[in-house]
């Protein structure tokens, strides 16, 4: 049966079966929640007499990360933390993402990468094998994102920890860290994905893999494009909206100077308020010839 059941010997002596096919009730007193006594329920690095933790099978709502340098989950009672409190150091960094990650665009890149990995016989094994890593790690800073928007919930920056640890276990990286460096890592690796995008066919962006797409640069004032022009394609990350302070009165688009049936993008600039500077006008000249670079060459 492998790891699905087997039978352990316990300090107090007893032999009791266990295995992610076996349930039982958390040992936790007055808890009865019903878990499977796998190794993700378990307390300590090893089934039977672990060398660090009791041995004992709780649910998630009791376990914690083991101590840097160790592995497995720990109970309250071996991590050392008080059972209704929560942890210490809360979880509410608001630059813990810079920008915050918008979680729509981020489950449907999970969901495109989620259906690449069961591509067989069309996609190399490290393409599937990237893709799925692209899923752990999604999913793991969504986990992350709620965990911060929930400080007091510890059971919330627990999951977020296991989920950090799926992605370091899918790297073989198996040296025991904390909850806390298992999510600053995860956050870490997102902002790496963010700036080294592998784009795919069916990309949010429209850019069909290629990671390029067209942009609009120039508009005629009744919308018209007049220029397109390649640029770096953004994953269909929503960009910030322009506020009715911006001198493009929130439209996104100013004119350009001397064709007022011409629009460009705006820059996002505001409109100084009262008793602020006024920008420099420039300079506007007659006729061609009358500016003060007329007869210069051109190198």
Same mark, same amino acid.
């Given at each position: 049966?492998?790891?699905?059941?087997?039978?352990?010997?316990?300090?107090?002596?007893?032999?009791?079966?266990?295995?992610?096919?076996? /349930? =039982?009730?958390?040992?936790?007193?007055?808890?009865n929640?019903?878990?499977? #006594?796998?190794?993700?329920?378990?307390? =300590? $690095?090893?089934?039977?007499?672990?060398?660090?933790?009791?041995?004992?099978?709780?649910c998630? /709502?009791?376990?914690?990360?083991?101590?840097?340098?160790?592995?497995?989950? #720990?109970?309250? @009672?071996?991590?050392?933390?008080?059972?209704?409190?929560?942890?210490? !150091?809360?979880?509410? @960094?608001?630059?813990?993402?810079?920008?915050?990650p918008?979680?729509? #665009? &981020?489950?449907?890149?999970?969901?495109?990468?989620?259906?690449?990995?069961?591509?067989?016989?069309?996609?190399?094994?490290?393409?599937? +094998?990237?893709?799925?890593?692209?899923?752990?790690?999604?999913?793991?800073v969504?986990?992350? &994102?709620?965990? &911060?928007?929930?400080?007091?919930?510890?059971?919330?920056?627990?999951?977020?920890?296991?989920?950090?640890?799926?992605?370091?276990?899918? $790297?073989? &990286?198996?040296?025991?860290?904390?909850?806390?460096?298992?999510?600053?890592?995860?956050?870490?690796?997102?902002?790496?994905?963010?700036?080294?995008?592998?784009?795919?066919?069916?990309?949010?962006?429209?850019?069909?893999?290629?990671?390029?797409? !067209?942009?609009?640069?120039?508009?005629? $004032?009744?919308?018209?494009?007049?220029?397109?022009?390649?640029?770096d394609?953004?994953? =269909? +990350?929503p960009? @910030?909206?322009?506020?009715?302070?911006?001198?493009?009165?929130?439209?996104?688009?100013?004119?350009?100077?001397?064709?007022?049936?011409?629009?460009?993008?705006?820059? =996002?600039?505001?409109?100084?308020?009262?008793?602020?500077?006024?920008?420099?006008?420039?300079?506007?000249?007659?006729?061609?010839g009358?500016?003060?670079?007329?007869?210069?060459?051109?190198?």
């Open positions: 049966m492998g790891n699905a059941r087997y039978d352990v010997v316990r300090r107090d002596g007893l032999v009791i079966p266990a295995g992610y096919d076996v /349930k =039982g009730p958390c040992e936790r007193p007055n808890c929640t019903e878990i499977n #006594r796998g190794l993700d329920a378990l307390c =300590g $690095d090893r089934p039977g007499i672990p060398e660090h933790g009791c041995g004992g099978y709780f998630d /709502k009791e376990l914690y990360t083991a101590p840097e340098g160790q592995t497995g989950w #720990r109970c309250t @009672d071996c991590a050392g933390t008080p059972q209704d409190e929560p942890e210490t !150091e809360p979880q509410d @960094d608001p630059a813990a993402y810079s920008p915050t918008h979680i729509p #665009r &981020l489950l449907t890149e999970m969901c495109i990468a989620e259906s690449q990995t069961g591509i067989t016989g069309r996609a190399h094994d490290d393409y599937r +094998r990237a893709q799925r890593r692209t899923v752990l790690l999604l999913r793991a969504i986990a992350d &994102l709620l965990a &911060l928007a929930r400080p007091e919930d510890t059971r919330a920056a627990g999951d977020a920890a296991r989920a950090a640890l799926a992605v370091r276990h899918h $790297d073989w &990286l198996t040296r025991g860290i904390s909850a806390d460096e298992a999510r600053e890592w995860l956050r870490a690796e997102y902002a790496h994905w963010e700036q080294n995008p592998v784009h795919h066919p069916r990309c949010p962006g429209g850019c069909q893999g290629s990671g390029i797409v !067209e942009s609009i640069q120039v508009w005629q $004032d009744d919308g018209i494009p007049l220029d397109v022009e390649p640029a394609c953004n994953r =269909g +990350r960009q @910030d909206p322009h506020l009715s302070d911006c001198v493009c009165h929130g439209s996104g688009r100013i004119p350009v100077p001397g064709h007022p049936h011409e629009m460009v993008r705006c820059p =996002g600039e505001t409109i100084p308020g009262p008793g602020q500077p006024q920008p420099a006008p420039e300079p506007a000249y007659a006729a061609v009358t500016s003060p670079w007329y007869d210069e060459p051109p190198f």
